[in-house]
């Protein structure tokens, strides 16, 4: 299996721009989490579906992010307009999602996000 | 917001010695699960303890689990250069949404040749 896969790994771009994260998860896994990792404020969970519905979107700063799951093997996450603040890294992790087995969430190499 | 608190938030070792490090949650727990992240990468799961569950074992790594005292710990014996990385300890509320895990803040660990 190769694992939970994020594209692209490294982006850079100017204030204002929109931007998309992508994140392929595990096949078979019905959970999927995207994170933002900094060194403020450490590891945060923006949003996390179950069988491509969102659950919890409570970590979502703000209006300007918006993550989707189409369908199993797909989401993304949209940040529209980008801000300097918005720099950090951008992880997307999987879990089988069902009851009663482990939880243990498998994690991409994520994205590295910086915002001019 | 943050569930668990590692402690140390640092820690650097010589090869061969034990690591500790400790982790403090505040609410009640369905499971506690450690995780490493080497520099640069995503986290990669080590261990999960579940809330009735006192002590775990897997090769180097032996984690603990006290209920009582919302307190878990992690020891790595026998460590290795390899085993420079961050640690992180993840909780599963009684009350979460199936899945949903708060992660601290992290203890980064050096190990010296």
């Known amino acids: 299996d190769a694992g939970v896969i994020q594209s692209p790994r490294h982006e850079v771009t100017e204030m204002g721009q929109e931007v998309t994260l992508r994140c392929k998860p595990i096949?078979?896994?019905?959970?999927l989490f995207w994170y933002r990792q900094t060194m403020m404020r450490g590891l945060e969970l923006l949003i996390y579906?179950?069988?491509?519905?969102?659950?919890?979107d409570s970590g979502m700063p703000e209006d300007r992010f918006s993550a989707k799951m189409p369908n199993a093997s797909f989401s993304t996450l949209k940040i529209q307009p980008s801000e300097p603040r918005d720099s950090a890294v951008y992880f997307c992790?999987?879990?089988?999602?069902?009851?009663?087995?482990?939880?243990?969430?498998?994690f991409g190499p994520g994205t590295r996000l910086t915002v001019l | 917001s943050q569930q668990g608190e590692e402690d140390p938030q640092a820690l650097s070792i010589q090869e061969g010695e034990n690591a500790t490090m400790n982790c403090s949650y505040k609410?009640?727990?369905?499971?506690l699960q450690w995780y490493r992240q080497n520099s640069g990468r995503g986290l990669v799961h080590l261990i999960l303890?579940?809330?009735?569950?006192r002590e775990k074992h897997s090769g180097r790594l032996r984690v603990t689990l006290d209920t009582s005292k919302k307190s878990s710990s992690l020891l790595i014996t026998a460590s290795r250069a390899a085993d420079t990385a961050s640690y992180f300890c993840?909780?599963?509320?009684?009350?979460?949404?199936?899945?949903?895990?708060?992660f601290g803040a992290g203890t980064q660990v050096v190990v010296t040749p």
């Open positions: 992790a999987s879990s089988l999602g069902i009851a009663g087995a482990g939880d243990e969430q498998f």
């Open positions: 579906f179950n069988n491509n519905v969102p659950i919890d």
């Open positions: 993840a909780t599963r509320g009684e009350t979460d949404s199936w899945g949903k895990l708060q």
């Open positions: 096949s078979g896994h019905n959970s």
């Open positions: 609410t009640s727990i369905n499971n």
């Open positions: 303890i579940r809330s009735n569950e």
